[in-house]
């Protein structure tokens, strides 16, 4: 710290450098020296600096000086020129020479620029027309040609290119008059732009605001209408379209018209339109150099639109006629798109479309009554609704005449008995789906459908499907929900008192169940002229009694049975109760009546011929009878196949078709004809014994005549044995047949006059030997077995 150099800035004088020690003071020598060193050589660079901006200022001063002696020696002769005379003289010189070059090159230059501004036009446009803003530019470039083309027509040597640039640009005004149509009739832009292509119209074909109005709705509802042709499957988004371009078109007009496109119109009076910077701007028209030589007509020319032709009343006036014009042509737009439609999702869709847009813009279209158009929207879509549902329902023709193609398509030999379940079972089946298919095929089998009847089936499915599709539409239409607060601000800025209390009842309540009531019922006279044409393809069938019109019986009962099957799922309302069946016993009971009668003459040939042979040849079934006296337990052989062949006949036509009213006609024939067997078999089996008796009686008579004789004893006594084995078997096959029709009583009858029949032919066999008791026992004996074997004939169990 001793050696440490003390700062010299410190020091009050000189002599405070010398308290330190020598080191110190040596130390700060050699400081203060590099230091001095330093300082002398900054101060050698900063003079060197200054002298040569000495010398710079002073070589600058020298200029200077020279140059006002210039400048002292031209203000000098300027002055000597600025005298009046001088300039008069000059002035004079100046005017002389611009009337000579103008009197021999006016013509000339006026003609070259009018022609080149005029040739360049066409060019500038067709630029343009490449952008969708510059409607506006391209109108005033063509009211510069117009009067170029003017100007040029009327000189003496006009050449041919005027009148082909004209042509060129009469084509050019054409394409913007288009575009500019395009523009008004676009939905889609602000309404600047659409302000500055009504001005372009304005311009390009100096009409007023009133024909403006005009033209801008013209092509609006040239749209609207063109938007409603227009082909294609999107019906909903072409509709929807249309309308929004109806209410959009008022609010634009409101909102421009007068006040707007007047202040756009005036704004062309501003200058002239040479002078306007975006014409000055086009380049190939090159008007910096052409501007004096176009002629004071074009270059002075201000455009002078009547802006304030149009007064609010007027334009208001105008509004509402198209309005009430345009909604009506919108709603005839619509009825005729809807002519050849016959889609129901798609009319439903538009329906709802409709509605909703015109409940959320329809209050704002001026000239028009909020309620009276929506009252029409539903009509013409309600209208059109029951239009469908009833085209489709009627369209149950078909399945009548693919039940009649079916028909045709049987033939005699058509045989049900190939349909068995243990030939499905033989045919490889896709097990996928939870074997979907495998049970279909098991269930088709069983209920005996081939393939004409599942065409049948699959004809009126189809039926089904489409009228069914109305639910889905009834349903959506009736969980469609108006915004309340929307529905509020409608009526409360509605000046209509015909509205209704509410938009919710009208639209998801009213219009749902109408449509409900219309399906309903065209489904029902569906169905009753389905029935109807069945009854009369069944009376034809039963009339024909040809061949195969047992399987034509079988094929029309089959499809009976499925379109019954279906019918209850046509239910639209719930509330309301299945439609009842089309297929009464009217229709059914003669089906029925010749299936039955197909039976009884498939087997009662046989029972007769099995009752015939046992009048021949007695059998002895009587050793199996019980009890005291011995009656009968079971039914004869005959008897007993006979039963079996009428159940085997009955499930050979098809154990699906055997429902219980085609049941009860079969019993009901069966114990008819089998009374009528019965009956003829007890007349023979009485006849044969009163035959027996008649020819034992002369012999014993013989016998007596001869003097008693002891043949004729033997022979008599003979005969009476023979008579009185003839009366047994007579009184066994009584009682054997008495059997027989109780026991078949249990199967064939089922009402009282059936049941009396039979009781009829067991009341007219003869048993004198079995009292009540005997009776009742032979019956209980019938009733027993028939317990024990039903489930043998379970067809008619």
């Known amino acids: 710290m001793a050696n440490e150099v003390p700062d010299p800035r410190t020091f009050q004088s000189w002599e405070d450098a010398f308290q330190y020690p020598i080191p110190t003071v040596r130390k700060l020598e050699q400081q203060l020296r590099t230091t001095a060193d330093d300082n002398r050589e900054k101060l050698r660079s900063l003079v060197g600096a200054s002298y040569r901006n000495l010398l710079n200022t ?97 000189s003496a040597k006009k050449p041919p290119i005027v009148d082909q640039l004209w042509e060129k640009l009469l084509l050019a005004r054409r394409r913007l008059l288009r575009r500019i149509d395009k523009r008004l009739a676009s939905s889609t832009g602000d309404i600047a732009g659409l302000i500055e292509s009504m001005s372009a119209y304005a311009l390009a074909t100096s009409s007023a605001p009133s024909d403006v109005l005009k033209h801008f709705h013209k092509v609006r509802k040239d749209k609207m209408v063109s938007e409603l042709k227009k082909g294609g499957d999107e019906l909903a988004k072409r509709g929807i379209n249309a309308l929004r371009l109806c209410i959009q078109t008022c609010q634009e007009t409101q909102t421009i018209f007068p006040r707007r496109l007047a202040e756009a119109l005036a704004n062309l009076k501003a200058h002239p339109l040479i002078q306007d910077p975006e014409v000055r701007g086009l380049y190939e028209l090159n008007l910096d150099v052409h501007d004096r030589w176009i002629g004071d007509e074009v270059r002075n020319y201000t455009p002078w639109p009547r802006h304030d032709e149009l007064q609010r009343p007027e334009a208001e006036k105008i509004l509402h006629r198209w309005s009430k014009d345009t909604i009506s042509a919108f709603l005839k737009g619509v009825r005729t798109i809807l002519e050849n439609e016959d889609r129901l999702a798609e009319v439903a869709s538009l329906r709802q479309e409709l509605i909703e847009t015109w409940m959320l813009s329809g209050p704002r279209m001026a000239g028009v009554k909020f309620a009276n158009v929506l009252d029409d929207l539903r009509d013409t879509m309600n209208d059109k609704l029951e239009m469908i549902v009833r085209a489709r329902t009627q369209a149950l023709q078909d399945v009548v005449r693919e039940l009649t193609a079916g028909l045709n398509s049987l033939n005699a030999n058509n045989d049900q008995s190939s349909l068995s379940l243990w030939n499905t079972t033989t045919d490889a089946k896709d097990l996928s789906n939870g074997a979907q298919a ?98 009369q393809i069944a009376q034809n069938t039963t009339d024909d009694r040809g061949d195969g019109s047992v399987q034509k019986v079988v094929f029309i009962l089959r499809v009976v049975r499925d379109f019954s099957d279906r019918i209850p799922q046509l239910r639209l309302q719930e509330r309301s109760s299945t439609f009842p069946t089309p297929f009464t016993s009217t229709i059914l009971e003669p089906l029925h009546t010749l299936l039955a009668m197909h039976v009884a003459q498939s087997t009662l040939p046989a029972y007769e011929s099995s009752l015939r042979s046992s009048l021949k040849g007695r059998t002895q079934t009587h050793i199996l009878w019980e009890g005291h006296p011995p009656l009968p337990s079971q039914p004869s052989p005959g008897t007993f196949r006979f039963l079996r062949e009428v159940n085997r006949i009955m499930g050979r036509l098809g154990s699906n078709l055997w429902a219980p009213a085609a049941v009860a006609i079969v019993r009901k024939q069966m114990s008819l004809d089998v009374a009528s067997v019965l009956e003829k078999h007890i007349d023979a089996n009485k006849n044969t014994g009163v035959q027996g008796e008649t020819k034992a009686k002369p012999n014993v008579e013989l016998e007596e005549a001869d003097g008693q004789k002891g043949t004729g004893e033997a022979t008599a006594d003979e005969t009476a044995a023979s008579t009185d084995k003839e009366d047994e078997l007579r009184d066994q096959t009584f009682k054997q047949s008495a059997f027989d029709a109780l026991y078949m009583q249990r199967f064939f009858s089922d009402d009282t006059e059936t049941s009396q029949t039979l009781d009829g032919i067991v009341a007219k066999i003869d048993l004198k030997d079995l009292d009540d008791a005997a009776i009742q026992r032979l019956k209980k004996n019938a009733a027993e077995y028939a317990k024990k074997t039903y489930l043998l004939f379970a067809l008619l169990a």
């Open 58 to 154: 002073a070589e600058t001063i020298i200029d200077m000086e020279t140059q006002i002696e210039q400048v002292e020696s031209r203000l000098g002769r300027v002055g000597q020129n600025c005298n009046s005379r001088v300039l008069d003289k000059v002035s004079g010189n100046v005017v002389k020479m611009d009337a000579h070059a103008r009197g021999s090159d006016v013509d000339r230059y006026t003609f070259a620029s009018q022609l080149s501004v005029l040739r360049n036009a066409p060019t500038v446009k067709t630029r343009l027309m490449r952008k969708d803003d510059q409607h506006l530019l391209i109108a005033k470039v063509l009211v510069i040609s117009r009067l170029l083309h003017k100007a040029l027509s009327q």
């Open 438 to 535: 495998f049970k279909t095929a098991i269930v088709n089998t069983h209920q005996g459908r081939d393939r004409a009847v599942l065409d049948v089936t699959a004809a009126f499915d189809s039926w089904m499907d489409s009228v069914l599709e109305v639910k889905g539409i009834v349903k959506s239409m009736k969980e469609a929900r108006w915004d309340d607060t929307f529905v509020d601000d409608i009526e409360a800025s509605s000046d209509d008192d015909d509205l209704g209390d509410s938009k919710q009842t009208l639209l998801s309540a009213d219009d749902p169940r109408l449509l409900e009531d219309v399906t309903q019922d065209a489904i029902g006279q569906s169905l009753e002229s389905l029935g109807k044409s069945v009854s």
